[in-house]
């Protein structure tokens, strides 16, 4: 099958794979070939794919996926569309982790309406947190 994942910035990867495991916002779930067409919403967190000689690792944020079925080629497609994605060995830990510390300080002093604003920060949290969690399952130093 046929992976693609895709940003506002350009696309990131364009793959062969046998199999990938996507963080769905009702829970992570895999897609092997021969899928049934699926369409889901995706949470910041961490997708992994493998392809025959070849595997990834990518931090990926908001966005969407979709499993299309078979084309002329008789390759089933799975179109991945996220607001942002970073590779594992991409993830500046740092940074991820002086992010992290920051937003979480941030949330739990929250004491106004649960608002939009309140929103960007979990949602800015939990990219830090897949970031982190990508960059572990690269390398678990």
């Known amino acids: 099958m046929r992976l693609s994942v895709t940003t506002p910035r350009g696309a990131l990867v364009d793959t062969a794979v046998e199999e990938l495991t996507a963080p769905g916002l009702l829970g992570e779930f895999g897609v092997l070939p021969g899928h049934v067409p699926l369409m889901s919403a995706l949470k910041p967190g961490v997708l992994t794919y ?10 990926v944020g908001e966005g969407f996926l979709q499993v299309a079925p078979s084309g002329a080629n008789g390759e089933d497609r799975v179109l991945v569309l996220v607001d942002q994605a970073v590779n594992a060995s991409g ?14 300080g941030e949330i739990n002093a929250w004491k106004q309406e649960l608002d939009g604003h309140y929103k960007a920060l979990c949602v800015r949290r939990d990219w830090a947190m897949a970031q982190l969690s990508a960059a572990a399952r690269l390398n678990p130093s």
Do not use: F, M, N, W
Request: no cysteine; charged share 40%; aromatic share 0%.
């Open 50 to 59: 493998r392809a025959a000689d070849h595997s990834g690792t990518l931090a």
């Open 91 to 104: 993830v500046d830990r740092a940074a991820a982790e002086k992010d992290l510390v920051k937003l979480e």
